[in-house]
């Protein structure tokens, strides 16, 4: 069940921008060519309403048109994976949508809840998988987010798929040998983590660095497919500085850096960003430009 779909997250799963005008408010024809840009390049799963994408700081009308017109203009080139979350009722009703739009998966954010129980958790993975039909990923963030309320909620006949974004992998590794199920790892952490992570079982990685250049994602991908850690470590020494700088104030500059990078090459009109995140400072932004530099791109230089 879900084997085509299964297929396609065991490689890059890229975490699209929602690009902004200088007014913050959502501008719709550099969100196509953003998508565009993913599908030009073979991208195969393209998730709108995802942390890149500032799920958080969209409002839920917001995401639920921007689901509609990544899932109307990919036109099944590509599967859509749609962001959901905030409260399960929330959520439920945010991924029945996204199945009424098209789209081909859902993936279930973090919860964001201060207080987080495991029989909590996973009725709240069981009442969204419930809501709706489509394959479901589950957004892990947190290690409150247990091995066994994770086995539980796998149980769940459209749980299909787990981004693990927690960077221990000695917990990650019990986890994909605990859990029963035929579930796809995903390295949730995008390129800097994915050889450790595919070292342990994950079989894709997420990426924001797709929505600047694909040259480097793919490399990893095929050379850890291969099983070929030097090579794979090789375009990991390239894209770490970059990633570093995204990582930089417990990940706050996540967004922030690819914004900023596509704004430098032409591939964003701006590099507005919704609070509570912000713009980067100069010296950063310089940063950015002496990484581009480093990769031989120049302004409109990526296509």
């Not at 995401?63 to 099944?76: L, M, S, Y």
């Not at 974004?165 to 994915?194: R, S």
Request: a negative charge.
């Amino acid at each position: 069940m879900f084997d085509h779909f299964k297929q396609k997250i065991k490689g890059i799963n890229a975490i699209n921008v929602t690009p902004f005008d200088t007014g913050l408010e959502i501008d719709w024809p550099s969100l196509r060519s953003n998508i565009a840009f993913l599908l030009e390049r073979g991208i195969e799963a393209v998730y709108p309403c995802g942390n890149t994408g500032e799920f958080y700081a969209l409002t839920v009308e917001e995401a639920k048109e921007v689901t509609r017109f990544v899932t109307d203009f990919v036109a099944k080139r590509s599967l859509v994976i749609a962001g959901v979350g905030y409260d399960a009722k929330t959520a439920s009703d945010l991924a029945r949508h996204a199945e009424a739009c098209g789209a081909d998966g859902i993936m279930v954010h973090q919860p964001v809840h201060p207080y987080l129980l495991p029989a909590g958790i996973v009725d709240y993975y069981k009442r969204i998988a419930e809501s709706t039909s489509p394959p479901i990923i589950l957004y892990i963030r947190s290690e409150q987010i247990t091995i066994d309320a994770i086995r539980e909620a796998a149980k769940s006949p459209n749980v299909v798929g787990v981004k693990y974004a927690v960077n221990h992998l000695p917990t990650f590794t019990k986890t994909v040998q605990t859990v029963e199920e035929d579930i796809v790892w995903i390295c949730g952490t995008a390129e800097l983590w994915a050889p450790y992570f595919f070292a342990a079982g994950a079989e894709g990685f997420t990426s924001g660095l797709v929505n600047v250049e694909t040259k480097r994602p793919f490399r990893m991908l095929e050379a850890l497919r291969e099983g070929n850690y030097p090579e794979a470590m090789s375009v990991w020494k390239e894209i770490a500085p970059f990633e570093d700088l995204r990582a930089k104030y417990n990940n706050g500059n996540n967004v922030s850096v690819v914004k900023e990078a596509m704004f430098q090459l032409g591939l964003l009109p701006t590099n507005a960003v919704r609070p509570p995140i912000g713009e980067l400072s100069e010296e950063e932004k310089t940063q950015v430009s002496r990484i581009l530099q480093s990769w031989n791109n120049e302004p409109g230089g990526t296509r």
